[in-house]
């Protein structure tokens, strides 16, 4: 081996080999039960951990550092998570065709679906366009929230990913105090502040239906920390009749995190869509999100 004087190098590794790199594209579907959430955390099992660990063996590379369109908390579920990742070009042309990254790809996404544990999937990998970003490109999250609120429904084989809800909630009324939180606020009574990050985002859907399950549609450009769930709860308080309509809206006009708005679990959650512009708006994206939101 040989120095670079920054990094060591493998014999089986060029500078050249090393300076042009690609830009793959991940869907993730995960089970959250026992994962704590998706950021790496020392000591402490992570889906960023186990998927780059497993990108790392099959790609037999020392280290990557993924970049994901939405981190996820402890406990939370994905069915359409992204992420990117920058790997040396090289390794994949040691697997594809001359000229071609699909047999490569193809290659890649067995070989990760075979090490890979059995509570997180990649379920597709692709050549990024130009000018993607899994978290600044991404134009909105979705996620469902999942209550059961008749015993006699209650599904035990379910339990990961349903809230079982002891009281009938009032599906109109959640519905009607959704509606006073879409748009554009400042959202910091529904979220825990991060230094140097803003709480402003736009909130573009926050629907309820009724179908054996109660489950709550939310939609927005980004989400904060707890953001979801802290609606989520607000929501089942109105739905229970122990809080008028208009009070999560009273709340978010206060932009204080107040104690009585309770957290929902965690279990209930599923990151279900992450959704982009077309390729040519991708960079233009880019810019928007990277700035820093302020109301006026």
Request: net charge positive.
């Amino acid at each position: 081996m040989r120095s670079t004087g920054t990094r060591t190098l493998r014999r089986a590794e060029t500078p050249a080999r090393l300076e042009r790199r690609v830009r793959l594209r991940l869907d993730i579907a995960y089970d959250g039960t026992e994962f704590s959430g998706w950021a790496l955390q020392p000591g402490r099992r992570t889906v960023q951990q186990t998927v780059e660990a497993a990108l790392c063996q099959v790609l037999r590379l020392e280290s990557v550092s993924t970049v994901v369109a939405g981190r996820t908390d402890a406990g939370v579920h994905a069915r359409g998570q992204v992420c990117h990742v920058d790997v040396p070009a090289g390794v994949l042309e040691q697997d594809g065709a001359a000229g071609s990254a699909g047999p490569a790809l193809e290659s890649l996404l067995r070989r990760m679906t075979g090490v890979l544990p059995v509570d997180v999937r990649v379920r597709a990998i692709a050549v990024a366009p130009p000018g993607f970003d899994a978290r600044f490109s991404a134009l909105s999250r979705r996620y469902a929230y999942r209550i059961c609120d008749d015993r006699a429904l209650i599904d035990p084989l379910r339990r990961r990913e349903v809230l079982a809800w002891p009281r009938r909630l009032d599906v109109e009324a959640m519905n009607a105090a959704g509606a006073l939180l879409l748009g554009e606020h400042d959202f910091a009574a529904f979220c825990r502040r991060r230094d140097g990050a803003t709480t402003v985002r736009t909130l573009l859907e926050l629907e309820w239906t009724r179908d054996r399950l109660v489950v709550a549609r939310v939609v927005a450009d980004a989400f904060c920390h707890n953001m979801v769930r802290s609606l989520v709860g607000s929501l089942i308080a109105v739905g229970e009749g122990k809080r008028p309509i208009g009070w999560p809206a009273h709340v978010l006009a206060g932009r204080t995190r107040q104690p009585e708005v309770w957290v929902s679990r965690p279990h209930a959650l599923t990151l279900e869509e992450v959704t982009y512009p077309s390729d040519n708006e991708l960079a233009a994206q880019d810019g928007r999100a990277r700035r820093v939101r302020t109301l006026s």
